[in-house]
């Protein structure tokens, strides 16, 4: 049980030390200059990006993370994000992540409140190093490498792109299987 609660404040700590570069406008600045994430801002219906998801688990584990959700670049509502996993994981992370919308089709079905992601859907993980910074005069975030230099290839799989870029930790498990997101429109508010 201790191990348990080691993993918790080990991944409590790093949702604390990755919030600082939480900003909506950073992450979709990281995304835009980190490989071929950026193409598809040009093309995109939609988008939703998620600042930080927060991941932990030994044996058991889970992933949380609130975002915000774009239309031809409008802000246009909230998401939140659960994931829930069992099998053969150790460890915590903290990790930035965005969703693209193919189409009207593929938007909508997000946006109808709840969604999941099945087993068919993989994150490309991008490779071009990322980093914040915090200090007395401010925060600020930043991707190094150019888009020649992020191992990003990625594509839609039923309407949908997803990617990443991990902000810190150490985990031995990736996948985005079975996130289940809510959506809550700014007209409801």
Known sequence: MNRARILIATAALLLA???FAGSYRDTIALFRNAGESGSFFNTAYG?????TIGQAGLVVGGAHGS????????YVGDTSVTQ??????????????????????????FTQGNF?????????????AA?????????????SGGKKDAATVGGYYKGVAVF??????????????GQKFKYTSRENE
């Open 17 to 19: 030390g990755a919030a």
């Open 47 to 51: 988008y939703a990006v998620f600042p």
């Open 67 to 74: 975002g915000r959700v774009y239309l031809h670049g409008k």
């Open 84 to 109: 829930v996993s069992v099998g053969l994981q150790a460890g915590g992370k903290a990790y930035s992540q965005i969703i693209f919308f193919q189409d009207k089709r593929a938007f909508e079905e």
């Open 116 to 128: 999941e992601f099945g087993a068919g859907v993989s994150a490309v993980a991008i490779t071009a």
């Open 131 to 143: 980093g914040a910074s915090v200090g007395t005069s401010g925060a600020s975030a930043g991707a």
């Open 164 to 177: 990443t870029i991990v902000k810190g930790g150490a985990m031995y498990q990736a996948t985005v299987a």
